[in-house]
Nanobody, 117 residues
Framework: QVQLVESGGGLVQAGGSLRLSCEAS????????MGWYRQAPGEQREMVAV???????NYGDSVKGRFTISRDYAKNTVHLQMNSLKPEDTALYYC???????????WGQGTQVTVSS
């Protein structure tokens, strides 16, 4: 199986930056897409960023131009660089990975990002 552990969340002022990391372990060779979702209070989970095995990213409209997703294959890690943070970015951020073996989505435990005004 695949295990995912996120890190890097925290409290930051508006306009600041955070870098989230998600380290995968287990059946890492089965991983295809990896990405990040987030869920704010009272809202449904929304896609933030996805990256393909070839390194092609895709972003949700609300974060385009501000967030950057990347993969470090040697370290089995995906990163989310978040710049120009806004209070509306406040949410629980979840890392996910899709397995090519089962098409199952694996999820991390979530890391809280809080952006103050």
């Amino acid at each position: 199986q695949v295990q995912l552990v996120e890190s890097g969340g925290g409290l930051v002022q508006a306009g600041g930056s955070l870098r989230l990391s998600c380290e995968a372990s287990g059946s890492i060779y089965s991983i295809e897409n990896m990405g990040w979702y987030r869920q704010a209070p009272g809202e449904q989970r929304e896609m933030v960023a996805v990256i393909t095995p070839g390194g092609i990213p895709n972003y949700g409209d609300s974060v385009k131009g501000r967030f950057t997703i990347s993969r470090d294959y040697a370290k089995n890690t995906v990163h989310l660089q978040m710049n120009s943070l806004k209070p509306e970015d406040t949410a629980l951020y979840y890392c996910y990975a899709r397995s090519s073996m089962t098409s199952r989505l694996y999820w991390g435990q979530g890391t809280q990002v809080t952006v103050s005004s």
